[in-house]
């Protein structure tokens, strides 16, 4: 029989914890007991059909704990009189946690707010919306709430993380919890103290006013001509801050960027140039140097759907960006070598030449074969060499 038995209406409470709304109701005043719960009964032809099996039910509704049953009376042409279950009930949020075994939960959550209510009231509203984050947090809680207050006396301190100093915290709870202070701290500081193009937790620092650890740039001098450091011959592995990256200007007409670290290394001399050791999709620090506005820039990637995409944004920042070994005559030379990419982009990649653009969609498309990649260290020494020989 498909009538509403006592498990069904645990499984309906228990959905009611599920979406926070039991401890979201302490949070936010409305009220939610007591509660309604569905109840599914037999009809009046199945009351007779199956009295026995009806009492039963009835029987088993009853003893369950903490649930009020409201009756109705019906007559049985042989039994008379009798009741039946018509509304089932949980009173008192109480009554619920001890059903669902959460008393310690709702007292832990009590705690909680109570704790917010005297410090920090505006986040009762979040208390309300996110009550089962809220106890996954309870022991940092009172912490979190100290840097939120301390935020708000020192609105945009311009110092490190590590430098917070509050008693009992440490930089790396700041850390680990970016994502829900950041929530908390936009709640309750001034639009002043929040910088809105900053956003998501790689960008907690700057949103709310942190120093952050700077940007760094690996490149090598790849002529011997051009050298950096006094008394070298160019090739120095060097690593700048992007700051002072954008002030080096050291004067070359042409910068290679790579994305692999022994193709980085091994690149071979070129005259007037430098290769820049790429960082996947984080280009964002290049158009603060000026001087790379005057140079030709060739970008060497994989020749795969993720190496054209990363071309593609490289071009959002610097427009002017060539391809390097990444057209089809190499992909072609290397057959023996093609490998498999995991996860392709099927995205639009808007800013591809034509030529760039028919690879592309033909490993888009597996037009090839399924998922092909081919890695930029698989190619041959000799064939850069004689790339670069063209180029130059």
């Not at 309750?188 to 700077?214: E, H, M, N, T, W």
Request: glycine share 8%; aromatic share 8%.
């Amino acid at each position: 029989m498909n009538w509403t038995c006592a498990a069904d209406l645990r499984a309906q409470l228990q959905k009611q914890w599920d979406r926070g709304t039991m401890l979201g109701s302490l949070a936010s005043g409305e009220p939610l007991f007591p509660m309604r719960l569905i109840l599914k009964c037999p009809s009046s032809a199945e009351v007779t059909e199956h009295f026995d099996a009806v009492r039963g039910w009835i029987a088993a509704l009853r003893e369950m704990p903490y649930c009020r049953l409201e009756m109705r009376e019906f007559r049985h042409r042989v039994f008379g009189n009798n009741a039946i279950p018509e509304q089932a009930w949980i009173d008192t949020l109480d009554d619920a946690a001890v059903l669902l075994g959460k008393r310690n939960d709702v007292k832990c959550f009590t705690a909680l707010l109570d704790a917010t209510r005297v410090t920090q009231p505006e986040l009762l509203a979040w208390l309300a919306r996110r009550p089962l984050r809220a106890l996954e947090l309870a022991d940092a809680w009172p912490r979190l709430l100290a840097i939120v207050g301390w935020l708000q006396a020192h609105p945009r301190p311009g110092i490190y993380l590590r430098q917070v100093d509050i008693a009992g915290v440490h930089s790396k709870l700041i850390e680990q919890h970016r994502g829900t202070l950041a929530e908390l701290l936009d709640i309750v500081l001034p639009a002043a103290a929040v910088d809105p193009a900053c956003s998501g937790i790689q960008q907690f620092a700057g949103r709310y006013g942190f120093l952050d650890k700077p940007m760094r740039i690996r490149f090598r001098m790849l002529d011997p001509e051009r050298a950096l450091l006094p008394g070298g011959h160019g090739g120095e592995d060097i690593t700048l801050d992007a700051t002072s990256f954008a002030r080096l200007d050291p004067g070359v007409s042409r910068v290679f960027i790579t994305e692999n670290e022994i193709n980085f290394l091994a690149f071979p001399q070129v005259a007037d140039s430098l290769i820049l050791f790429g960082a996947g999709y984080g280009f964002d620090m290049l158009p603060a140097a000026p001087w790379l506005a005057r140079c030709r820039i060739h970008y060497w990637g994989d020749i795969d759907t993720h190496g054209f995409a990363i071309l593609d944004q490289l071009r959002s920042r610097l427009a002017h960006v060539e391809s390097f070994l990444m057209d089809r005559g190499t992909l072609m030379a290397f057959e023996a070598l093609w490998g498999e990419e995991e996860s392709p982009t099927k995205r639009e990649l808007p800013r591809l030449s034509a030529d760039e653009q028919s690879v592309f969609d033909d490993l888009r498309d597996n037009r090839i074969r399924k998922n092909l990649r081919l890695e930029q260290e698989r190619i041959g020494y000799g064939w850069v060499e004689g790339a670069l020989g063209v180029l130059v």
